[in-house]
Protein backbone atom coordinates (compact mmCIF):
# COMPACT_ATOMS: atom_id res chain seq x y z
CA UNK A 1 0.00 0.00 0.00
CA UNK A 2 2.46 2.38 0.78
CA UNK A 3 4.67 1.50 -2.10
CA UNK A 4 1.66 2.03 -4.33
CA UNK A 5 0.91 5.72 -2.74
CA UNK A 6 4.88 6.75 -2.94
CA UNK A 7 4.53 5.89 -7.20
CA UNK A 8 1.24 7.80 -6.96
CA UNK A 9 2.88 10.86 -5.53
CA UNK A 10 5.74 10.58 -7.82
CA UNK A 11 3.81 9.93 -10.99
CA UNK A 12 1.44 13.47 -9.94
CA UNK A 13 5.16 15.28 -9.04
CA UNK A 14 6.06 14.33 -12.91
CA UNK A 15 2.86 15.91 -13.83
CA UNK A 16 3.21 19.11 -12.46
CA UNK A 17 6.80 19.36 -13.12
CA UNK A 18 6.09 18.58 -17.08
CA UNK A 19 3.05 20.63 -17.17
CA UNK A 20 5.37 23.65 -15.34
CA UNK A 21 8.24 23.24 -17.69
CA UNK A 22 5.76 23.23 -21.28
CA UNK A 23 4.28 26.91 -19.63
CA UNK A 24 7.97 27.76 -19.07
CA UNK A 25 8.66 27.13 -22.27
CA UNK A 26 6.19 28.99 -24.64
CA UNK A 27 6.26 31.92 -22.48
CA UNK A 28 9.80 32.25 -23.36
CA UNK A 29 9.16 31.48 -27.13
CA UNK A 30 6.79 33.50 -27.33
CA UNK A 31 3.51 35.63 -26.60
CA UNK A 32 1.21 33.36 -24.82
CA UNK A 33 -1.86 36.00 -25.32
CA UNK A 34 -1.16 36.24 -28.88
CA UNK A 35 -2.34 32.31 -29.57
CA UNK A 36 -6.12 32.82 -29.41
CA UNK A 37 -5.73 35.32 -32.33
CA UNK A 38 -3.43 33.19 -34.21
CA UNK A 39 -6.40 30.27 -33.58
CA UNK A 40 -9.39 32.42 -35.38
CA UNK A 41 -10.11 30.96 -38.55
CA UNK A 42 -8.41 27.44 -37.62
CA UNK A 43 -10.04 24.03 -38.78
CA UNK A 44 -10.78 22.39 -35.72
CA UNK A 45 -11.97 19.06 -37.39
CA UNK A 46 -7.89 18.53 -38.07
CA UNK A 47 -7.11 18.57 -34.18
CA UNK A 48 -10.07 15.92 -33.44
CA UNK A 49 -8.63 13.97 -36.66
CA UNK A 50 -4.95 14.55 -35.22
CA UNK A 51 -6.36 12.79 -32.12
CA UNK A 52 -7.74 9.77 -34.28
CA UNK A 53 -4.09 9.13 -35.66
CA UNK A 54 -2.69 9.27 -32.03
CA UNK A 55 -4.96 6.63 -30.81
CA UNK A 56 -4.18 4.57 -33.81
CA UNK A 57 -0.67 5.17 -32.95
CA UNK A 58 -1.19 3.66 -29.42
CA UNK A 59 -3.17 0.70 -31.42
CA UNK A 60 0.14 -0.33 -33.24
CA UNK A 61 2.14 0.10 -30.38
CA UNK A 62 -0.07 -2.25 -28.30
CA UNK A 63 0.52 -4.50 -31.45
CA UNK A 64 3.72 -3.85 -31.12
CA UNK A 65 4.00 -4.68 -26.90
CA UNK A 66 1.76 -7.81 -27.48
CA UNK A 67 4.50 -9.10 -30.33
CA UNK A 68 7.52 -8.56 -27.94
CA UNK A 69 5.53 -10.29 -24.98
CA UNK A 70 5.62 -13.00 -26.94
CA UNK A 71 8.78 -13.33 -27.48
CA UNK A 72 9.17 -13.21 -23.59
CA UNK A 73 7.34 -15.77 -23.48
CA UNK A 74 4.92 -13.73 -21.44
CA UNK A 75 1.32 -14.31 -21.00
CA UNK A 76 -1.01 -12.56 -19.76
CA UNK A 77 -5.12 -12.20 -20.56
CA UNK A 78 -5.76 -9.33 -23.08
CA UNK A 79 -7.73 -6.81 -21.14
CA UNK A 80 -4.47 -6.67 -18.27
CA UNK A 81 -1.68 -6.74 -21.28
CA UNK A 82 -4.05 -3.78 -22.39
CA UNK A 83 -4.29 -1.93 -19.26
CA UNK A 84 -0.61 -2.44 -18.56
CA UNK A 85 0.05 -0.63 -21.55
CA UNK A 86 -1.95 2.11 -21.75
CA UNK A 87 -1.11 2.94 -17.80
CA UNK A 88 2.51 3.46 -19.33
CA UNK A 89 1.28 6.09 -21.28
CA UNK A 90 0.64 8.27 -18.50
CA UNK A 91 4.18 8.65 -18.07
CA UNK A 92 5.56 9.73 -20.94
CA UNK A 93 6.74 12.77 -19.76
CA UNK A 94 9.06 10.93 -17.78
CA UNK A 95 13.06 11.43 -18.98
CA UNK A 96 12.92 9.01 -22.29
CA UNK A 97 9.69 7.58 -21.30
CA UNK A 98 11.69 5.28 -18.70
CA UNK A 99 8.62 6.01 -16.30
CA UNK A 100 7.51 3.38 -18.74
CA UNK A 101 9.07 0.82 -16.59
CA UNK A 102 5.62 0.75 -14.15
CA UNK A 103 4.51 -1.61 -17.35
CA UNK A 104 6.90 -3.74 -15.10
CA UNK A 105 5.77 -3.10 -11.86
CA UNK A 106 2.12 -3.69 -12.92
CA UNK A 107 2.40 -7.10 -14.43
CA UNK A 108 4.80 -8.09 -11.29
CA UNK A 109 1.63 -6.95 -9.29
CA UNK A 110 -1.06 -8.41 -11.46
CA UNK A 111 0.27 -11.44 -12.48
CA UNK A 112 3.44 -12.24 -10.77
CA UNK A 113 6.04 -11.75 -13.85
CA UNK A 114 9.21 -10.93 -13.14
CA UNK A 115 10.08 -7.43 -13.94
CA UNK A 116 13.38 -8.49 -15.58
CA UNK A 117 11.45 -9.98 -17.92
CA UNK A 118 9.34 -7.46 -18.95
CA UNK A 119 11.59 -4.40 -18.42
CA UNK A 120 13.46 -5.17 -21.47
CA UNK A 121 10.41 -4.84 -23.37
CA UNK A 122 10.07 -1.38 -22.10
CA UNK A 123 13.27 -0.50 -23.33
CA UNK A 124 13.49 -2.08 -26.74
CA UNK A 125 10.00 -0.32 -27.55
CA UNK A 126 11.99 2.81 -26.76
CA UNK A 127 14.85 2.54 -29.11
CA UNK A 128 12.55 0.84 -32.02
CA UNK A 129 10.55 4.68 -31.68
CA UNK A 130 13.85 6.16 -32.19
CA UNK A 131 14.53 3.78 -35.17
CA UNK A 132 11.34 4.38 -36.29
CA UNK A 133 11.51 8.11 -35.94
CA UNK A 134 15.11 8.26 -37.45
CA UNK A 135 13.51 6.65 -40.52
CA UNK A 136 10.23 8.78 -41.05
CA UNK A 137 12.90 11.62 -40.85
CA UNK A 138 15.25 10.42 -43.62
CA UNK A 139 12.17 9.61 -45.91
CA UNK A 140 11.22 12.88 -45.19
CA UNK A 141 14.23 14.56 -46.31
CA UNK A 142 14.70 12.55 -49.11
CA UNK A 143 11.28 13.41 -50.10
CA UNK A 144 11.53 17.46 -49.03
CA UNK A 145 15.59 17.94 -49.87
CA UNK A 146 16.18 19.86 -46.39
CA UNK A 147 19.38 19.89 -45.13
CA UNK A 148 20.02 16.49 -43.88
CA UNK A 149 23.20 17.77 -41.31
CA UNK A 150 20.77 17.23 -37.67
CA UNK A 151 19.03 13.53 -39.20
CA UNK A 152 23.01 12.32 -39.61
CA UNK A 153 23.81 13.28 -35.61
CA UNK A 154 20.60 11.82 -34.62
CA UNK A 155 21.51 9.25 -36.57
CA UNK A 156 24.85 8.76 -35.31
CA UNK A 157 23.65 8.71 -31.80
CA UNK A 158 21.14 5.85 -32.17
CA UNK A 159 23.59 4.07 -34.12
CA UNK A 160 26.19 3.80 -31.28
CA UNK A 161 23.00 3.08 -28.56
CA UNK A 162 22.75 0.00 -31.18
CA UNK A 163 26.38 -0.76 -31.42
CA UNK A 164 26.42 -1.05 -27.39
CA UNK A 165 23.86 -3.19 -27.49
CA UNK A 166 25.17 -5.65 -30.55
CA UNK A 167 28.48 -5.65 -28.20
CA UNK A 168 26.95 -5.38 -24.89
CA UNK A 169 30.84 -6.22 -23.27
CA UNK A 170 31.30 -2.88 -22.38
CA UNK A 171 28.21 -2.49 -20.86
CA UNK A 172 27.97 -5.31 -19.21
CA UNK A 173 31.53 -3.65 -17.59
CA UNK A 174 29.72 -0.71 -16.74
CA UNK A 175 26.85 -2.31 -14.73
CA UNK A 176 29.13 -4.19 -13.03
CA UNK A 177 31.03 -0.86 -12.06
CA UNK A 178 27.97 0.65 -10.94
CA UNK A 179 26.77 -2.27 -8.89
CA UNK A 180 30.71 -2.53 -7.00
CA UNK A 181 29.49 -0.89 -4.33
CA UNK A 182 28.19 -3.28 -1.37
CA UNK A 183 24.52 -1.53 -1.51
CA UNK A 184 24.40 -1.47 -4.86
CA UNK A 185 25.72 -5.55 -5.44
CA UNK A 186 22.55 -6.94 -4.60
CA UNK A 187 21.10 -5.28 -8.35
CA UNK A 188 24.20 -6.42 -10.58
CA UNK A 189 22.35 -9.98 -11.26
CA UNK A 190 18.92 -8.35 -12.07
CA UNK A 191 20.29 -5.56 -14.21
CA UNK A 192 22.25 -7.79 -16.20
CA UNK A 193 19.80 -10.14 -17.05
CA UNK A 194 17.70 -7.33 -17.89
CA UNK A 195 20.47 -6.04 -20.20
CA UNK A 196 20.68 -10.00 -21.48
CA UNK A 197 16.97 -9.86 -22.28
CA UNK A 198 17.53 -6.66 -24.35
CA UNK A 199 20.23 -7.67 -26.29
CA UNK A 200 18.14 -10.50 -27.61
CA UNK A 201 14.98 -7.96 -28.11
CA UNK A 202 17.14 -6.04 -30.24
CA UNK A 203 18.73 -8.69 -32.76
CA UNK A 204 18.01 -8.22 -35.87
CA UNK A 205 15.01 -9.65 -36.60
CA UNK A 206 13.32 -8.39 -33.32
CA UNK A 207 14.19 -5.41 -34.16
CA UNK A 208 13.24 -5.32 -37.81
CA UNK A 209 9.90 -6.59 -36.91
CA UNK A 210 9.14 -4.12 -34.23
CA UNK A 211 10.43 -1.19 -36.05
CA UNK A 212 8.26 -2.33 -39.18
CA UNK A 213 5.23 -2.14 -36.71
CA UNK A 214 6.64 1.53 -35.11
CA UNK A 215 6.95 3.43 -38.76
CA UNK A 216 3.70 3.52 -39.61
CA UNK A 217 2.47 4.24 -35.76
CA UNK A 218 4.44 6.68 -35.84
CA UNK A 219 3.53 8.32 -39.55
CA UNK A 220 -0.01 8.42 -37.97
CA UNK A 221 1.06 11.59 -35.55
CA UNK A 222 3.51 12.97 -38.67
CA UNK A 223 -0.06 13.15 -40.90
CA UNK A 224 -1.88 14.46 -37.54
CA UNK A 225 0.71 16.99 -37.15
CA UNK A 226 0.21 18.35 -41.01
CA UNK A 227 -3.01 18.28 -40.67
CA UNK A 228 -2.89 20.84 -37.50
CA UNK A 229 -0.23 22.90 -39.70
CA UNK A 230 -2.22 22.70 -42.77
CA UNK A 231 -5.75 24.05 -40.89
CA UNK A 232 -4.46 27.33 -39.98
CA UNK A 233 -5.44 29.64 -42.97
CA UNK A 234 -3.18 30.67 -45.49
CA UNK A 235 -0.11 28.41 -43.97
CA UNK A 236 0.91 25.35 -45.32
CA UNK A 237 3.41 22.27 -45.09
CA UNK A 238 3.93 19.67 -47.38
CA UNK A 239 4.40 16.17 -45.86
CA UNK A 240 7.48 15.48 -46.32
CA UNK A 241 8.32 18.67 -44.36
CA UNK A 242 6.43 17.63 -41.81
CA UNK A 243 7.85 14.06 -41.64
CA UNK A 244 11.46 15.77 -40.88
CA UNK A 245 10.13 18.25 -38.23
CA UNK A 246 7.93 16.15 -36.27
CA UNK A 247 9.98 13.10 -36.34
CA UNK A 248 13.44 14.96 -35.92
CA UNK A 249 11.99 17.16 -33.04
CA UNK A 250 10.57 13.90 -31.25
CA UNK A 251 14.34 12.76 -31.28
CA UNK A 252 15.79 15.64 -29.75
CA UNK A 253 13.59 16.15 -27.02
CA UNK A 254 14.05 12.18 -26.23
CA UNK A 255 17.88 12.39 -26.36
CA UNK A 256 17.45 15.40 -24.29
CA UNK A 257 16.49 13.29 -21.86
CA UNK A 258 14.11 16.09 -20.20
CA UNK A 259 10.89 15.07 -18.94
CA UNK A 260 8.67 14.36 -22.15
CA UNK A 261 11.29 16.16 -24.10
CA UNK A 262 9.35 19.32 -22.91
CA UNK A 263 10.83 22.84 -23.75
CA UNK A 264 13.31 21.03 -26.25
CA UNK A 265 10.53 19.47 -28.87
CA UNK A 266 8.84 22.22 -28.59
CA UNK A 267 11.01 25.01 -28.80
CA UNK A 268 12.43 23.35 -31.90
CA UNK A 269 9.26 22.41 -33.77
CA UNK A 270 8.04 26.08 -33.17
CA UNK A 271 11.47 27.37 -34.57
CA UNK A 272 11.29 24.83 -37.56
CA UNK A 273 7.79 26.20 -38.54
CA UNK A 274 9.02 30.01 -38.46
CA UNK A 275 12.73 29.76 -39.70
CA UNK A 276 11.97 27.10 -41.90
CA UNK A 277 10.45 26.71 -45.48
CA UNK A 278 7.00 26.68 -43.82
CA UNK A 279 7.68 30.58 -43.16
CA UNK A 280 4.97 30.53 -40.31
CA UNK A 281 4.02 33.57 -38.80
CA UNK A 282 5.28 33.09 -35.01
CA UNK A 283 1.72 33.00 -33.20
CA UNK A 284 0.41 30.64 -35.46
CA UNK A 285 3.96 28.09 -35.28
CA UNK A 286 2.81 28.74 -31.51
CA UNK A 287 -0.24 27.28 -31.84
CA UNK A 288 0.38 24.65 -34.55
CA UNK A 289 3.06 23.51 -31.80
CA UNK A 290 0.81 23.64 -29.17
CA UNK A 291 -2.08 21.64 -30.28
CA UNK A 292 0.00 18.96 -31.21
CA UNK A 293 1.42 18.53 -28.37
CA UNK A 294 -1.87 18.21 -26.34
CA UNK A 295 -3.19 15.88 -29.74
CA UNK A 296 0.31 13.35 -29.03
CA UNK A 297 1.89 13.98 -25.46
CA UNK A 298 -0.55 15.06 -23.38
CA UNK A 299 -3.32 12.84 -24.72
CA UNK A 300 -1.36 9.88 -23.89
CA UNK A 301 -0.85 11.23 -20.35
CA UNK A 302 -4.62 11.76 -19.64
CA UNK A 303 -5.56 8.31 -21.50
CA UNK A 304 -2.74 6.75 -19.95
CA UNK A 305 -3.95 8.50 -16.17
CA UNK A 306 -7.41 6.91 -16.54
CA UNK A 307 -5.80 3.44 -17.51
CA UNK A 308 -3.29 3.90 -14.69
CA UNK A 309 -6.32 3.54 -11.92
CA UNK A 310 -8.26 0.94 -13.82
CA UNK A 311 -4.92 -1.27 -13.37
CA UNK A 312 -4.24 -0.41 -10.13
CA UNK A 313 -8.43 -1.44 -9.09
CA UNK A 314 -7.60 -4.83 -10.35
CA UNK A 315 -3.99 -4.94 -8.14
CA UNK A 316 -6.17 -3.74 -5.66
CA UNK A 317 -9.11 -6.39 -5.91
CA UNK A 318 -6.25 -8.77 -6.07
CA UNK A 319 -4.71 -8.00 -3.33
CA UNK A 320 -7.98 -7.90 -0.90
CA UNK A 321 -8.91 -11.46 -2.82
CA UNK A 322 -5.74 -12.54 -1.58
CA UNK A 323 -5.59 -11.75 2.16
Not at 227 to 252: E, Q, R, S, W
Not at 263 to 279: K, Y
Request: glycine fraction near 8%; charged fraction near 15%; aromatic fraction near 8%.
Amino acid sequence: MLRALEHKRRTWLWFVVALAIGVAAFSMIGDVRGLGHSLTGFGWWAFFAALGLALANYVLRFVRWQVYLARQNVSVPLVSSALTFGAGLSLSITPAKLGELVKSYLLREMHDIPAPRTAPVVVAERVTDLVALLALAVIGVAGYGVDPTLVAIAGALIGFGLLLLAWPRPTRALVTAITRPEKLRRLREPLLETLENLVALCRPVPLVTATLIAIPAWACECVGFALICNAFPGMHVDLGLAMVIYAGTTIAGALSFLPGGLGVTEGAMTLALVSGAAQFDRASAIAATLLTRLATLWFAVILGVAFLALARRRIAQRTKSAL
